[in-house]
């Protein structure tokens, strides 16, 4: 399985953020972002997941295009580096809302 992101144009007003930029991932393999602050790489991710739109981008699954990335359940997940849910939610909504299996959770993680 291969996901594609390409020709991602991403612009703040004046300021270019990202150009063309280019991503593929596949199964298996670890994919490392690499880059100075202010790059675009946390952008890109966002962009990947649906958080963020671009001026222009194309994704694909294995060579289809896709819109929503998130349409196809359990393909991709993002956590980003600041807590993005209510400190209300309790551990258990979380683990349900992300389909992970509570007890295999707990074993895991003590």
């Not at 600041?82 to 959770?105: E, G, I, N, T």
Request: charge should be positive.
């Amino acid at each position: 399985m291969e996901i594609l992101i390409d020709s991602v144009w991403l612009s703040f007003g004046r300021k270019e953020v990202l150009r063309g930029a280019h991503l593929k991932l596949e199964r298996g393999k670890v994919t490392g972002l690499l880059g100075r602050n202010g790059t675009g790489k946390s952008c890109l991710l966002k962009i990947l997941v649906g958080r963020l739109p671009a001026d222009n981008v194309y994704i694909g699954l294995d060579g289809e295009h896709l819109y929503d990335l998130y349409a196809k359940s359990g393909l991709i997940n993002y956590l980003p580096q600041h807590a993005c849910h209510p400190r209300s939610l309790r551990l258990d909504r979380l683990l349900a809302y992300y389909k992970v299996d509570r007890r295999a959770f707990r074993e895991a993680h003590g």
